[in-house]
């Protein structure tokens, strides 16, 4: 067992992993708070003046690939270069992605999106890994370590709106891209200096087994960069020219995302040699998965369609006209106050602990009721905040029952040959909610607000009843598992 107890009793690596995840998200969600507001704001207060249609496109295909690009990403570190290096490389090309949207060009702008995703992809995984490694397998400070280190990701998301949206909104919106820059640099001199604490951990790739092994990474990753290169020379040129617009971009993306979606549960369902036990858990993964991607695309419309709506319809006097971006610190400061609350009632329950699949719908019936609050004041201006207040109240509701829920089944049900894989298949659901976020804000112009907002609500409450009506089953497919 490791017998470092530095940081909290726990290993003193855990503080640099703490606070290099709590500065990326900084920049993340300093920069998600200002992205489709500096792209529908005029021309002349600074923006791109795209209109909602245009904008809530690139948002879901920015953010649907910030986490899909987590899957070669961890691919990447498990494979080549370990997750150590994987954080480090990752951090420096995130931190220059938004210092290229500091500058006000419309193309560092798109190339500032691209360098973010693909530092994303790279960071984002890897540095959850190094945080289990970090402990023996049997140490019981395992669980607590993952709880404080998730708490470093909701003080970032807390902390970043309240800067980056006031710097953005309110002085410069190309100054508010650089803080973010500033920040993710911030966690890049931290993690560099704090290394020497990581001990093992991420130092090197899986280890191989053979010389034709070795081989077949070092062929693979010549063959993945090779591919890499093509398709981002092929989409640039595409781009230039004006053959490839933003619209056939997010479609194509879309695609991409359902033909992923089809092939994976397609062969985790109707190919292989399952056991009947393990195909039955894969049955009820693809019916969580489901639900997951129905509630994070309620969930991420924080930077999208609520984020418009604050900045357009409620009332901001107070504080002299306070940032629109400053409700997006409402999430993460209600999972800060309410995390500990959740984490006591599922222990006290005890027995009575309901299903992964019970605690799936009530999240999802949270998620449709913090919609189905907005539609009475959706086509009203000067709407009090405190409508917007009990609608990331109850999403972060809901997100205690599913989202810790998710992940913890995720690896319980997963036969163990496709573990990591199903971990994978976590995110892509996140993917898939954040596109569908983006496409929803796409319509803000164009649709009725009351009905926009009222079809996302149904659509939650009613997979959340479906879902509820289910539980019975899904315990029996689930084979013992909670």
């Not at 909602?52 to 649907?64: Q, R």
Request: overall charge positive; glycine content about 12%; proline content about 4%.
């Amino acid at each position: 067992m490791n017998d470092d107890h530095r940081f909290f009793g726990h290993p003193r690596g855990l503080a640099t992993l703490f606070f290099t995840e709590l500065w990326e998200r900084f920049s993340y969600y300093g920069m998600r708070g200002l992205l489709i507001l500096f792209m529908v704001a005029s021309t002349d207060h600074g923006g791109l003046g795209f209109p909602a249609l245009k904008a809530g496109a690139i948002y879901g295909l920015y953010t649907g690939m910030v986490y899909l690009l987590g899957l070669p990403g961890g691919w990447i570190a498990d494979q080549i270069i370990g997750a150590r290096k994987a954080v480090l490389y990752g951090g420096i090309v995130i931190a220059l992605g938004h210092f290229c949207l500091a500058f006000p060009s419309i193309n560092t702008f798109y190339f500032g999106l691209v360098l973010i995703t693909i530092g994303t992809g790279l960071l984002k995984p890897n540095v959850s890994t190094m945080v289990g490694q970090l402990y023996a397998q049997n140490d019981p400070r395992r669980d607590a370590g993952f709880s404080i280190f998730y708490m470093g990701i909701n003080l970032g998301a807390f902390v970043a709106p309240l800067a980056c949206s006031y710097l953005g909104e309110k002085v410069n919106w190309h100054y508010g891209f650089a803080l973010a820059g500033i920040g993710m640099t911030a966690g890049l001199i931290q993690y560099v200096l704090g290394l020497r604490y990581l001990g093992d951990a991420g130092r090197n790739p899986a280890p191989v087994s053979s010389a034709r092994e070795a081989s077949s990474r070092k062929r693979n990753l010549v063959i993945g960069l090779a591919a890499a290169f093509t398709i981002v020379v092929t989409v640039a040129g595409l781009a230039a020219t004006g053959a490839l617009s933003v619209a056939v971009l997010s479609n194509a993306f879309g695609i991409l995302l359902t033909t992923i979606v089809v092939a994976l549960f397609g062969w985790l369902l109707f190919g292989g040699d399952w056991p009947p036990v393990d195909r039955k858990r894969l049955i009820a993964i693809f019916v969580l998965f489901v639900a997951a991607c129905l509630f994070w695309s309620a969930y991420e419309q924080a930077g999208s369609t609520l984020s418009l709506f604050a900045e357009r319809n409620t009332d901001r006097h107070w504080f002299n006209g306070f940032p629109a971006g400053w409700f997006q610190s409402l999430p993460a400061l209600f999972v800060i106050m309410l995390a500990p609350l959740f984490a006591w009632i599922w222990v006290r329950l005890g027995t009575r602990n309901p299903s992964s699949a019970a605690k799936f719908s009530i999240g999802l019936l949270f998620a449709g009721l913090s919609f189905a609050i907005l539609i009475p004041v959706a086509l009203r201006a000067g709407v009090s905040p405190m409508w917007l207040t009990m609608t990331y109240l109850l999403q972060t509701l809901g997100e205690m029952c599913l989202s810790p829920v998710g992940l913890s089944a995720m690896t319980k049900l997963a036969p163990a040959r496709v573990a990591s894989l199903m971990m994978g298949v976590w995110f892509l659901a996140d993917s898939i909610g954040n596109y569908i976020s983006g496409r929803l804000a796409s319509l803000y112009e164009s649709f009725p607000l009351n009905w926009l907002f009222g079809i996302v609500a149904a659509f939650c409450i009613l997979l959340g009843l479906g879902l509820a009506l289910l539980v019975r089953p899904m315990k029996r497919l689930m084979g013992g598992v909670n």
